[in-house]
């Protein structure tokens, strides 16, 4: 397997993003390519002790889409960027999977303009991966792909999340959630009473609505539908809500010396907490619906980051998920399987 | 003054309303209508060793309007309850504000039929009062009165929140900000685009575009619009990030006797924020464009949160809230004033 590393986007320097790509490679036995400026990724790979060759090979570019860049423009004129020179390799097949820690909207673009939809999807979707205070994760799609959805693009995501826990996280019958604004039926706008209908009439395990404050920690679904600028709200306003909370923690901590004691022995709660909930930091999205196994990772992802952005990339290749995707909704039986 | 409140409607029992509405009158020096049973209102004041009286009165009522009913039929239908019967009270005069902790969308609906909108205003709008991580407030409008915004109904949502901002909590020049999925003009939906047009072009004080993750840590505005399922989704998933959290390190220091101790140290701190971030169940979110000052209180209210949301309602009152939103965008020049 061969997966495809945009090294030159995100916020933190390519040298950092190699690195990840690197630890990938040996860890998980796969090739990598990386994308980008060939002399920056040359010695990044040297101060590493690799060496360019079939484990890490460079595809080279000359331009760099910059994170405020308006999306489609940018994808229509960089010709010659990183990020689009690595989606016409994943379009050509010179590679399995595509990982980009750079401008979602130019990602998402992209992948429409240059390595297509899946035949019958509609709009391609990005499903985050979210902690729960369980063990056990969540998905939510889409979280920005599209910010205005029709109630069938929604019955897509669907679509698309279940088959992506059932087959890449493993969850047998997984259960779909409508993302509302109350729990009964009744609740919500015109979209959400469409898209309840549609779920409700179609073959797929959807189970009703869901509400912001129960997901994380009552877990009532396996994957979360919503609009994708809703998504994107919910996902930043999660954040915001954790942030603001370390921040007044960390601010009482330190204002008193029994605060300082406190602090240091839930040092190793604090730390923990703060690893389970670094979901933006860490991990990537898949872009679901397009013709290949794309992920977006954060933008200010680190090696760290990078290489877990990998693995979830790693992981939809080795499922063959896509293929499974266009099947459409024939690949669901009434039992969620 | 004299404030009416409805004890019949909320998830707690109508005497431990009527224990928060006795402490109000007192405090505040005002007068308090208590609409809802008879019987059970005058044990309470009872219990309470207060009487019916100038101060305590009770507007007798037969019917109750439950958490899950159809809103707009359940005001149509149930004529005698205490919530339709404390609106009827309101649009009389007979009472200068209203309290209810009841069905938040009949609440809407009621005011709406009965009171009536203030006229230029489209659509009333439920503002929200967040605290952040600094000690100043920031006001999110609408989180939940409607679902299916036209554009111009945001504007209109600014226009009040601003003025509430201004008037109600003293906020000299309050800026506002749009609720969006990044802070650059071209982000957002189809709604946001237009709004931020319109927003642009008018005399309220408008900044921007914000977003979810940096409002409670760095409060770049005074005022967040935003439609009401967005901004019930935001609500709601605050409020589900700050319990994630929670739940997380409750489960951390019940873990180990260092955790234990850790906790212990950290109980003023835990216990501060605590206090500080439960904004859904104390205080109460000001209705705002009907002919009449409105509060509605959460559904879990206790007596504190029934006192503070009277005190809610005060303020409105005082500062002859309404009448100022009734000059429209005329009551602003470029200064924010």
Redesign the interface.
């Known amino acids: 397997m061969r997966i495809l590393v945009d090294v030159m986007g995100g916020d933190l320097p390519p040298r950092e993003l190699v690195k990840g790509g690197v630890a990938a490679g040996h860890k998980l036995n796969i090739d990598i390519l990386f994308s980008g400026e060939q002399g920056v990724i040359s010695s990044a790979l040297s101060a590493l002790h690799e060496h360019e060759g079939n484990r890490f090979s460079i595809l080279p570019s000359s331009q760099i889409i910059a994170m405020?860049e308006?999306p489609v423009q940018a994808v229509r004129v960089k010709k010659d960027s990183s990020l689009v020179n690595g989606l016409v390799a994943l379009k050509e097949h010179a590679v399995d999977a595509y990982v980009s820690p750079g401008n979602t909207g130019a990602v998402v673009a992209g992948a429409v303009f240059i390595v297509g939809r899946i035949a019958g999807i509609p709009r391609p979707g990005i499903a985050v991966i979210i902690p729960?205070?369980s063990d056990r994760e969540i998905v939510v799609i889409d979280v920005?792909a599209n910010?205005?959805c029709s109630p069938e693009h929604l019955l897509h995501f669907a679509l698309m999340g279940a088959t992506y826990v059932r087959d890449v996280l493993r969850i047998a019958k997984p259960t779909i959630g409508l993302?509302n604004?109350g729990t009964?039926r009744?609740k919500?706008?015109?979209v959400?009473h469409r898209v309840y209908e549609l779920l409700a009439d179609g073959p797929l395990p959807f189970v009703g609505n869901v509400?912001?404050?129960?997901?994380?920690?009552e877990r009532p679904v396996d994957v979360v539908v919503c609009d994708g600028?809703?998504g994107?709200?919910?996902?930043?306003?999660?954040?915001?809500?954790?942030?603001?909370?370390?921040?007044?923690?960390k601010?009482?901590?330190t204002?008193s010396l029994?605060?300082k004691?406190?602090?240091?022995?839930?040092r190793?709660?604090?730390s923990?907490?703060r690893k389970?909930?670094a979901y933006n930091r860490s991990g990537g999205a898949p872009l679901l619906g397009v013709n290949g196994s794309i992920v977006i990772a954060h933008g200010r992802s680190d090696a760290v980051a990078i290489e877990s952005a990998i693995d979830v990339a790693y992981r939809a290749v080795e499922c063959k998920l896509n293929e499974t995707m266009a099947k459409g909704m024939s690949g669901w039986d009434e039992n969620g399987r």
Chains 1, 2 share one sequence.
């Open positions: 405020t308006p729960t205070v920005g910010v205005d993302l604004i009964e009744a919500g706008n015109k959400v509400e912001g404050h129960h997901l994380l920690t600028f809703i994107n709200v919910f996902l930043k306003t999660l954040e915001g809500g954790i942030s603001a909370m370390s921040t007044m923690i601010n009482g901590v204002k029994r605060g004691f406190g602090g240091l022995m839930l190793p709660v604090f923990s907490i389970k909930l």
